[in-house]
């Protein structure tokens, strides 16, 4: 069974550049998490869908952050314009259901804005 | 949240045992305790969690002591490729409680 999927593993861009990140969540979980991963932060929770729909967007660090859910088994993290302090790793993670059982991550996107 | 209290680092003999102790001092009857691993450059990989009771599963063993004060997450027989970052979450199980506060949790070094 295929874990959690994300792409691309790695990402280099330049200030100013639109960037997009993609998940392919665990067929059947019904939540999903969008994580950040820095020195300085640790992890952090970006942003939380439950069936599709966002449920908490507190930790979305300010308006250059959008994510969407369009489906079950997709959904993407968009930074637009980026800046070099977004530089950090991305995870995805999903659940089985609305009761916060365990979250399974992926392997992350690591993201390096010049 | 309950917080926890973790050593920040420990080192580990190949083929040994490995005890990692949390402090969890403030939890709440409800609270379970989670155990999550970061090996360098991967995701947190999910290990195993507890409410009162001892469990054990493929990968290790959590001892949750009577009073729930702390736990002690056990790896029966460490290999080099458990060298990683071992997270301590204390945490409810219910739609209002989704977020994993990830603590600084303790640098396991397994040595050959």
């Known amino acids: 069974d295929a874990g959690v999927i994300q792409s691309p593993r790695h990402e280099v861009t330049e200030m100013g550049q639109e960037v997009t990140l993609r998940c392919k969540p665990i067929?059947?979980?019904?939540?999903l998490f969008w994580y950040r991963q820095t020195m300085m932060r640790g992890l952090e929770l970006l942003i939380y869908?439950?069936?599709?729909?966002?449920?908490?967007d507190s930790g979305m660090p300010e308006d250059r952050f959008s994510a969407k859910m369009p489906n079950a088994s997709f959904s993407t993290l968009k930074i637009q314009p980026s800046e070099p302090r977004d530089s950090a790793v991305y995870f995805c993670?999903?659940?089985?259901?609305?009761?916060?059982?365990?979250?399974?991550f992926g392997p992350g996107t690591r993201l390096l804005v010049l | 949240d309950a917080k926890t209290t973790q050593p920040p680092s420990m080192d580990c003999a190949e083929g040994r045992a490995a005890n990692l102790p949390c402090n969890h001092s403030?939890?709440?009857?409800?609270?379970?305790v989670y155990w999550y691993r970061q090996i360098h450059s991967q995701g947190p990989q999910y290990i195993i969690h507890?409410?009162?009771n001892n469990e054990t599963n493929e990968m290790a063993s959590l001892i949750i002591t009577e009073d729930r004060k702390s736990s002690t997450l056990i790896l029966p027989h460490a290999t080099l490729r458990d060298t990683a970052v071992y997270y301590c979450?204390?945490?409810?199980?219910?739609?209002?409680?989704?977020?994993?506060?990830f603590g600084a949790g303790t640098t396991v070094t397994v040595r050959a």
């Open positions: 993670a999903s659940a089985p259901g609305p009761n916060q059982e365990t979250q399974y």
């Open positions: 403030t939890i709440s009857g409800n609270e379970y």
């Open positions: 067929s059947g979980h019904n939540s």
């Open positions: 869908f439950n069936n599709n729909v966002p449920i908490d």
């Open positions: 507890g409410l009162k």
């Open positions: 979450i204390v945490r409810l199980r219910s739609s209002n409680d989704y977020k994993l506060s």
